[in-house]
């Protein structure tokens, strides 16, 4: 029976929302009022619906994660859409496999440390927009690489990629932050992909078509 812990202090509150959303529901919910105060219900109807979404995108709802020597679990909720053997990863000039998690508007974007460690490199890459679940969008999007060092040795590294619709990617790491399994490190908004890229040796239990949450889902367990 598979333990679990929380990473981080819980909220007090029905609907936690993440604090990027902020910005965008108050001014949304603005816009709402501005039109129902004008009496144009044509127009305050759509804009409230738009603000109960934005509501429902930027949910950030509390987690528990599996205890478990050398478990490495989602960075996000979403569909895998790939699991491959590559010869080598962003950072990483060793072969890897890589586990692909696509995200639609309807998932919870906030994203989730997959094994706690050591951030030893982030670098940012500008790019384009393709639909994030094309193979092209790992190397030509927009994205955001982050190689993490586990306290056993290992390394491995997780990439947030921006999609067609996303156009903003939010990572609050420094080189040489210690992170936890499972603790929040940022999002992407509105539809994206994360690639996790594991070392060799790693056991995989998840496969193509697999339903994941970040910070709860195990993908599998590093080697030793």
């Not at 969008?137 to 067609?164: C, K, P, R, W």
């Amino acid at each position: 029976m598979t333990d679990y812990q929380l990473p981080e202090t819980t909220r007090d509150t029905a609907f936690p929302i993440a604090r990027a959303g902020y910005a965008i529901i108050f001014g949304a919910a603005f816009v709402t009022f501005v039109f129902a105060l004008l009496g144009l219900t044509a127009l305050s109807i759509p804009a409230l619906i738009a603000t109960l979404f934005i509501c429902f995108f930027f949910r950030d709802p509390d987690r528990v994660v599996p205890r478990g020597k050398g478990m490495v679990v989602s960075p996000a909720d979403g569909k895998v859409i790939a699991v491959d053997q590559v010869d080598k990863a962003p950072c990483m000039d060793t072969p890897c496999t890589k586990i692909s998690i696509f995200m639609t508007i309807f998932n919870v974007h906030v994203n989730r440390i997959p094994h706690e460690g050591t951030v030893k490199h982030i670098v940012y890459h500008p790019g384009k927009f393709f639909s994030a679940n094309l193979d092209k969008a790992s190397a030509e999007n927009e994205h955001n690489v982050m190689l993490i060092e586990t306290d056993s040795g290992y390394q491995y590294v997780f990439v947030q990629i921006a999609g067609l619709v996303a156009r903003r990617i939010i990572c609050t790491l420094q080189p040489g932050d210690t992170v936890r399994r499972g603790g929040r490190f940022g999002m992407i908004c509105f539809g994206s992909r994360l690639d996790v890229y594991l070392p060799t040796g790693f056991t995989t239990v998840v496969g193509v078509g697999d339903k994941v949450n970040a910070g709860s889902t195990v993908l599998g367990t590093l080697p030793g």
